[in-house]
């Protein structure tokens, strides 16, 4: 194409770069429509090639064209999107600010009417282009102050108060990872108010010591939630340090180093959390020297009892105060299973149950489920869901199931009614199922319960079907007695990652609010199946239609193109779409609505207050002859290529050694690394637990610390942790990926205060009354290895001042 003699470089440069952009833009716009995805672009490409060939000509028909393009964009989002700020950005930023360039007197000045005419005025041509940006403008002006997202209303409050020992827990204590064995993350205190939470003051700050290494094999993630008894409060740290504090000033009171071997295919270096328990007098015997201990579960796969009041371990115990979790394992893997969950001690038991790690092999560990005798750390029994029957102790030369479910987080009981609640993961592989046994398919994906004296099954409620999309129960389920219709359950309420919240009876298993079951995609992999239905709780915070293309989005409109293509190019037909070799969309994805942070539950009002996420994943099956020839089934070290080094790690690259498929999987995302899927990824919501209705739902975190520069959007981010509730009408939360602690008011959501930390939150707070009798909100600040927020080794303590006592203090 011939540009005039006198053309300005200013101008035809600019013409040649939109062009460039066009073409561009409508190649992968022309791909797009083929995969069966919007014209828009392939249209808008046109556009620009036309406008940027009208601008090396000096026509000012350009600026006329590109008025169209302008308008046209307004009018498609509008279609698309509605009045959604965050969606419309992507959109239109670039179209805007070329919009804008064109305005420029060193575009519009040297534009002629035709050859041989003098320059066009800016008042010409540029009105309508001036126009069309103003309307963009307008409507822009509009998304930004209409929240699209979300819906506000009230919870109902408390008719009676719970009693001060609720679930047989002094009310200023926390004595387990739920603060009761009842997973509620309830506590009475009522001191931190509405009124007065934003004059919360940080009365204390420890730190563990513990940080990653350089030349650390593993990622480091504090998870941790703190008990309290009495004036202690007892912490564990990624390497499995045991630790008291003096719950007044955060004081060490004593350190216990268990040493661990660490292996370098452990997923995550992991301690959400130690267990306690007391003896009765009549017990006094045989409790020995320790009358009162902490339970330590470790890295390397055992089992510690410790002197609640001096570290030691506790003699009597095992051997020499632990026991081994790899005795009656069919193979010895180190790193393959581990504890990364508090016990439960119940029955003057402790309940262990393990970690498998995901997607290596079909021969991995054994998920059995082991009680110990509290004070001798005698096997009592054992539940290996490959041989549920068989619950007496296995013999020296027996060994359990191979790669049966295991439980890898918190689970929770009812020691009136004899039971333990256990939220059950898969068979590993996740995706490829078709080498899974009766036994296998009967426990996956599953609350289980079982008898706490003998390990018997009393029964199963399964979530999820022939799980093919890792949907195992992360959360702890939550225990409360729900009011329905004038008569009162002892419910247990199952969060869940495809988003349902399970209301089911805890002494049967039944649902409370229906569940129906619902046909879903098939078409699984060659050699497996799918399940024709699956069970879908009328409680949910399942998105509430599938994605779209519209749904993809971008830091501008090439990105977000790259994530439309993305998207039409995998398999997707909705939730439950089988993997593919093709390549198939997970959504809800694999880090779940709900993981292992689990909700919070007001027992005296019979509400939740909950922090759903959402985030797209993909996964591909990988057929074996692509993949490294087939190692033996009894691997020590999936080792043996560079995209499986140490191991699955549930991103990237999963071996899945002995099954025909390997599998490619993580977060669906753009080249510039941001999220394919339309924020907000994260909320707060609150629920009414007897109409099973969510009663408000608030979009909740910024983009600060997940941004090139630390821009405070408030776009909605995903959390990982879980929130706490309180009776004086508080939650708190520090999950979200933004590093801050927040305090919501529970009957409507509303965000109320802030602040601060110096790492990444991804844990569960709690509070407690401290000897003085201040109200104590104890925060863990340690940050998450694999979701790259930043590390530390803080414990923060918040009070409200007034009382005299310094408002700072520090610890080691």
């Known amino acids: 194409m011939r540009r005039s003699q006198t053309s ?17 833009l409508g190649a992968a716009g022309v791909w797009l429509a083929v995969l069966g995805g919007s014209w828009y672009y392939a249209i808008t490409g046109l556009a620009f090639v036309l406008t940027g060939a009208l601008l090396i000509l000096r026509r000012p028909s350009a600026l006329w064209l590109y008025a169209l393009v302008v308008l046209g964009s307004v009018i498609w989002a509008w279609y698309e999107i509605g009045l959604d700020w965050w969606q419309l950005a992507p959109r239109g930023d670039i179209i805007f600010i070329i919009g804008l360039y064109l305005l420029m007197p060193w575009i519009t000045r040297p534009l002629r009417r035709r050859e041989g005419q003098p320059p066009l005025s800016w008042s010409g041509a540029a009105v309508p282009l001036l126009a069309a940006l103003v309307l963009g403008g307008a409507y822009g002006v509009v998304t930004m102050v209409t929240d699209s997202h979300g819906h506000t209303g009230t919870l109902p409050r408390a008719d009676t108060a719970p009693a001060t020992d609720y679930a047989g827990v002094p009310s200023g204590d926390w004595h387990a990872y739920g603060r009761t064995d009842h997973g509620d993350r309830y506590s009475p205190l009522a001191e931190i108010t509405p009124r007065n939470v934003a004059d919360l003051k940080v009365a204390w700050t420890y730190r563990t010591g513990d940080m990653p290494q350089p030349g650390d094999p593993n990622e480091t993630t504090f998870e941790l939630t703190p008990l309290k008894v009495g004036d202690k409060v007892f912490i564990c740290t990624p390497h499995d340090y045991a630790i008291a504090l003096d719950a007044e000033t955060g004081r060490e009171m004593w350190r216990y180093d268990p040493q661990i071997k660490v292996s370098k295919d452990l997923q995550h270096l992991t301690c959400r959390g130690v267990s306690y328990h007391a003896a009765a007098p009549e017990q006094a015997e045989a409790a020995g020297a320790c009358p009162s201990r902490i339970f330590l579960p470790t890295a390397d796969a055992r089992l510690i009892a410790l002197d609640a009041e001096t570290g030691r371990p506790c003699p009597g115990f095992g051997e020499n105060g632990h026991v081994d979790l790899w005795r009656g394992m069919p193979d010895l893997q180190p790193g393959f299973y581990y504890s990364t969950s508090p016990p439960v001690v119940a029955h003057n038991l402790v309940i262990i149950a393990g970690n498998v790690s995901d997607n290596v092999s079909t021969t991995e560990p054994s998920g059995v489920i082991r009680a110990y005798d509290v004070f001798t750390g005698r096997l009592v029994w054992n539940m290996d869901p490959g041989q549920p029957e068989r619950t007496a102790p296995i013999g020296p030369d027996e060994t359990y199931t191979h790669n049966s479910p295991n439980s890898w987080s918190i689970s929770s009981a009812d020691e009136e009614l004899g039971m333990i609640y256990l939220p059950m993961g898969n068979a590993t592989p996740d995706q490829w199922g078709g080498h899974r046994t009766p036994n296998m398919e009967r426990f996956s994906s599953s609350i289980l319960a079982l008898d706490i004296d003998t390990g018997q099954v009393r029964w199963v409620y399964q979530t999820v079907h022939h799980d093919l999309w890792d949907m195992d129960i992360g959360g702890q389920p939550s225990l409360l007695d729900l009011t329905i219709e004038g008569r009162t359950v002892p419910a247990l309420v199952a969060s869940t990652k495809r988003g349902d919240l399970f209301v089911l009876d805890r002494r049967t298993g039944e649902p409370i609010f229906p569940a129906p079951e619902r046909p879903v ?224 008011d529970v009957t409507t959501g509303r965000q109320l205060w802030r602040d601060r930390l110096p790492a990444g939150g991804q844990a569960t707070p709690m509070t407690y009354r401290s000897p003085s009798g201040r109200q104590i909100l104890l925060v863990v600040a340690g940050g998450h290895g694999s979701l790259g927020t930043k590390q530390g080794d803080y414990l923060i303590a918040y009070a409200l001042p007034g009382d005299g006592r310094p408002t700072q203090t520090s610890s080691r």
């Not at 300005?8 to 561009?24: H, Q, R, T």
């Not at 993580?666 to 990824?681: F, K």
Request: aromatic letters at 12%.
């Open 8 to 24: 300005p470089p200013a101008l035809w440069i600019s013409g040649l770069v939109i062009l460039l952009l066009g073409l561009a």
């Open 521 to 744: 995609p098939q078409g699984a992999a060659a050699g497996d199946h799918t399940s024709p239905t699956q069970p879908f709780s009328s409680v949910t915070f399942t998105p509430p239609r599938p994605l779209e293309g519209r749904d993809m989005w971008g830091a501008t409109m090439f990105d977000q193109l790259y994530c439309r293509i993305r998207f039409h190019r995998l398999r997707y037909e909705g939730i439950f779409t089988p993997p593919s070799v093709q390549g198939s969309l997970v959504y809800p994805g694999n880090f779940g609505v709900f993981d292992w942070g689990g909700i919070a539950i007001d027992p005296a009002r019979q509400v939740a207050f909950t922090a759903p996420s959402y985030f797209a994943f993909y996964s591909r099956l990988i057929p074996r002859e692509q993949q490294q020839e087939n190692r033996p089934a009894d691997i020590q070290s999936p080792a043996g290529g560079s995209d499986m080094e140490g191991g699955a790690d549930e991103i990237g690259v999963n071996p899945n050694y002995g099954a025909p498929f390997a599998v490619d999987m993580g977060p669906l995302v753009s080249p510039l690394g941001l999220p394919c899927q339309a924020p907000p990824w994260g909320y707060v919501a609150g629920v009414d637990l007897r109409s099973g209705e969510i009663a408000y739902m608030h979009k909740n975190g910024t983009v600060r610390d997940q941004s090139p520069v630390p821009l405070p959007f408030k776009m909605g981010v995903p959390s990982l942790g879980g929130p706490i509730i309180t009776g004086g009408g508080v939650a708190f939360m520090t999950s979200t990926l933004d590093y801050y602690v927040r305090a919501y």
